[in-house]
């Protein structure tokens, strides 16, 4: 494919995206920016989940993961499904009861402001850090296949990426979203299932045939069971899944915002069971396709590159295969990042504009909206400055860097929640920074310790420890008083 045709190639889904956008959110106002006045039907947003839970990351990382993990992302699947219920069936009907427009003003009822503001700069770093890896993987394929070509530096491409992200949000925010990601839904999915057909057809693979080349593949195993200390031990990874989907879902403003937009809370929580039930099914044929893409590429005779996220982009663009592969991998790959972009650009505007500067709080209206156009301004600036900054930083498969972000910023968010949740105590809310601080530092330290003493590996239930931290240093700082709302 060339430099050409892939900029045609995002230009027209660009435009298309844009023209979406521009439909839904053109009589948006902040309510409709921050929730989407409430109105989205439960089986839109569950197709728009499906794709909102996918990023470029998922489109090229989890393919390429299968030479060195094999099939044991489905582990942590397995888990996501069972968070999938707890954020469904207990937080779901808390935030509607409150009438939240930002998840963590929870906090602020709860504990305090000091508490509200500690949980809003933890999903302000955990977002922001997340989304620039989920953009920056991408950018630095767009990089390979037509930034190089004209010359054109690393920094050019992300500006230019965020430009466009920050355009087709600075309207219709979460109202536009719901759109957008059944778009990109419809066009991941579409071009998953079509590259592995088309990966078939040039194997002359039959249905039947592709299912016995991937059950006999050594890449394909599923269950590790036989060592405690390794990071893809089966019970390390499912219940590293069920926190990390509480966290990175149900604690995070930029995933909830969509379930939030529906009606009710019954509406929400169809929507959320749907979606856990398809994320099953669409990750499973990511690893299919990661097994298709190493056995098309050992009998073709292609060197398998150093960097498993390249996997993927060097078979569809440069393996031999018809070019619609290629066409499909680029709209995979744009749609995928666009909107998780445009999804965490929107997220992280609402939070610093409610949370952190109490703009809800200002009684006029017309000073919010010009308050939140600016923040929503200094978010896509701050991106583009993290995305260049992991062009220089970066030295692990995406999809883990992201997991390992999340182990240690959501860690403190889950235990803030999980301490107000499960138990009535109030606590002393000013002292509340220093607990969710410490509560990294100590669980990064226990991560090491246990991997020089013990040779035991902490993968990502470091998440766990993290949150176990803030707890008890939330008990610490608590007393017995009930709590009743």
């Not at 700069?121 to 767009?142: D, E, I, N, Q």
Request: glycine share 6%; hydrophobic share 55%; aromatic share 14%.
């Amino acid at each position: 494919m060339t430099p050409a045709a892939v900029i045609f190639t995002v230009l027209g889904y660009v435009a298309v995206l844009f023209a979406v956008a521009w439909a839904s959110g053109r009589r948006a106002d902040n309510a409709g920016f921050f929730t989407g006045n409430r109105r989205t039907p439960w089986y839109m947003a569950a197709f728009a989940m499906i794709g909102a839970a996918m990023s470029g990351v998922t489109f090229i990382s989890v393919p390429g993961s299968v030479a060195a993990d094999a099939f044991s992302y489905m582990q942590m699947v397995a888990g996501f499904t069972v968070g999938q219920l707890v954020v469904a069936f207990v937080l779901i009907p808390t935030f509607y009861r409150l009438k939240v427009t930002s998840l963590y003003e929870y906090l602020d009822d709860r504990f305090g402001i000091a508490s509200h503001r500690t949980g809003a700069w933890f999903f302000f770093v955990s977002k922001m850090l997340g989304a620039a890896l989920r953009v920056y993987v991408v950018c630095a394929v767009m990089q390979l296949l037509v930034f190089e070509h004209y010359g054109l530096p690393f920094w050019s491409n992300a500006c230019l990426t965020m430009l466009f992200v920050w355009l087709y949000t600075q309207q219709g925010g979460v109202k536009s979203l719901i759109w957008t990601d059944t778009l990109k839904t419809a066009c991941l999915v579409g071009s998953l299932v079509l590259t592995i057909l088309f990966i078939m057809r040039s194997l002359d693979l039959s249905a039947a045939e592709t299912v016995r080349e991937v059950a006999a593949s050594p890449y394909s195993r599923i269950f590790f069971f036989d060592d405690p200390a390794s990071d893809r031990y089966f019970w390390k990874m499912f219940a590293a899944g069920i926190v990390l989907l509480v966290a990175m879902t149900g604690l995070d403003q930029d995933m909830m915002q969509r379930n939030l937009s529906c009606a009710t809370p019954r509406d929400s929580q169809k929507n959320i069971c749907l979606t856990a039930v398809s994320q099953i099914f669409v990750i499973f044929l990511f690893l299919v396709l990661g097994v298709l893409l190493y056995l098309y590429m050992q009998r073709n005779g292609m060197e398998i590159p150093a960097k498993s996220d390249r996997v993927f982009p060097l078979v569809a663009v440069h393996g031999g295969l018809p070019a619609a592969v290629s066409v499909l991998f680029v709209v995979g790959l744009i749609s995928s990042t666009y909107s998780a972009a445009g999804s965490a650009l929107t997220a992280l505007t609402t939070s610093f504009t409610v949370d952190i500067l109490q703009g809800t709080k200002l009684g006029d209206d017309r000073r919010l909206t010009r308050m939140r156009r600016r923040v929503h301004v200094l978010m896509a600036a701050g991106m583009a400055g993290v995305i260049l900054a992991f062009e220089y930083l970066a030295d692990d498969s995406v999809i883990n860097l992201v997991y390992k972000v999340a182990s240690y910023t959501y860690g403190p968010i889950l235990g803030m929640f999980l301490f107000g949740i499960l138990s009535r105590r109030r606590i002393c809310d000013r002292r509340m920074p220093f607990v969710a601080v410490a509560a990294p530092v100590l669980s990064a330290l226990v991560q090491w310790w246990a991997r020089e003493a013990w040779h035991y590996q902490i993968g990502f239930e470091l998440l766990i420890y993290n949150a176990l931290f803030t707890i008890v240093g939330m008990l610490f700082l608590s007393w017995r008083n009930d709590y009743r709302k």
